[in-house]
């Protein structure tokens, strides 16, 4: 008997294998936690570099001091790489040569951006970061950026903000050592943190002020410690900020208001002549058009005049006086008692200043002679 057949596998959907394509490149584009690239060891290159390679960098006069100081540490730390540093005080540079050991050919290159740091006024001990394998460096220049010096100059505080506030607060955002140095930012640090410091200098650079862009470096650092939120998008959490411009464009003194249009041109204006045609001064002769205009002067001169006399005047003219008020005349259509006043005159003789009144000084002896008895 025939084993059955096995039965035929139908048509593959095109939209599952996409699917799962997809998810095979997630799974490769992520990196597990705690992963890291092999250092690169003398084992994967035993022969060496085939040529030599060298760099020079000049420095500036401030930093003549220091780098004299710390050369001796530069030496020692990039010997470890078998890479030579030598220090040019008379041309002001300095240079970095491979030799026949050295065996990691990007040394060169981490120990070139080494020096450029030491020139950019970064710190000897931040600066030999950049020989380890997972640290990177990013040199932005922002000298050409803003045109108006103290527009720049302004910017370029509000990247440092109050106390070097905002730069400290950028620093543990992105993981990276930040120096602000004369027209460049020297950014030292992880990969990731380098693209976030490099955007929000250039922001700072078009007037956006760093404070929304460390609000969303926030956001972004709470949303990657959840494992659910690590693959989604981030849109719908970022905030949007809308450019608002306060300044409003300064009013000018002078409008000029526009005519409306009209095809035709203006009327010609009127010459002297046409002026004199029109008045019929054009007809007189010449004697009696100069004596209209010594008239005309005569005339302007005495008005003047005149004028003149009656400021001069004004000075003379007494003011308002305020109307006298004539004295009210005393009632006389009241009747005087004059036995009344008689009676209080009488009453008032018989009283002694500061005395008591007589029935009140009986009423005190009366109670005091009661006292008296009580005590007997």
């Not at 705690?34 to 250092?39: I, L, M, N, Q």
């Not at 640290?135 to 950026?145: E, M, R």
């Amino acid at each position: 008997m025939a084993a059955p057949a096995a039965a035929e596998p139908g048509p593959r959907r095109p939209g599952k294998k996409k699917a799962a394509e997809a998810v095979d490149e997630s799974e490769l584009l992520t990196v597990p936690d705690g992963w890291k690239e092999p250092a690169f060891t003398r084992e994967d290159n035993p022969r060496g570099l085939l040529e030599e390679s060298s760099f020079a960098t000049l420095f500036p006069k401030y930093r003549e001091a220091y780098l004299k100081e710390c050369w001796p540490l530069v030496q020692k730390a990039l010997s470890e790489h078998y890479v030579n540093a030598t220090l040019d005080l008379i041309e002001g540079s300095m240079t970095v040569t491979t030799t026949k050991k050295t065996f990691d050919p990007y040394a060169i290159i981490r120990a070139r951006d080494l020096i450029k740091l030491l020139a950019r006024s970064v710190p000897f001990e931040q600066a030999v970061r950049i020989l380890q394998d997972d640290v990177a460096c990013d040199i932005i220049k922002i000298g050409s950026l803003v045109r108006n010096r103290e527009s720049f100059i302004k910017r370029r505080g509000r990247l440092l903000g109050p106390k070097g506030s905002t730069l400290k607060a950028l620093e543990l955002l992105t993981n990276c050592y930040i120096m602000v140095q004369g027209n460049t930012v020297s950014a030292l640090g992880p990969f990731s943190g380098l693209k976030e410091v490099r955007k929000v200098v250039l922001d700072t650079m078009k007037n956006i002020h760093p404070i929304y862009n460390i609000k969303t470096l926030m956001i972004k650092r709470e949303l990657s410690k959840d494992p659910e939120l690590r693959t989604q998008n981030w849109e719908r959490f970022l905030p949007k900020f809308k450019r608002k411009n306060l300044k409003k464009r300064k009013e000018p003194k002078k409008k000029n208001i526009k005519k409306e249009y009209t095809p035709f041109p203006p009327p010609q204006p009127e010459s002297q002549i046409d002026k004199e045609l029109a008045s019929g001064e054009y007809f007189l002769k010449e004697s009696q058009k100069k004596r209209k205009r010594v008239e005309e002067i005569k005339a302007k001169q005495a008005e003047a005049v005149k004028r003149r006399q009656e400021e001069r005047n004004k000075a003379f003219i007494p003011p308002k006086e305020k109307p006298v008020m004539k004295a009210k005349k005393a009632p006389t259509e009241k009747k005087i008692d004059i036995e009344a006043i008689k009676e209080k005159v009488k009453n008032a003789k018989k009283k002694k200043l500061g005395a008591l009144p007589m029935e009140e000084v009986k009423l005190k002896m009366a109670a005091d002679e009661k006292k008296k008895k009580k005590k007997k």
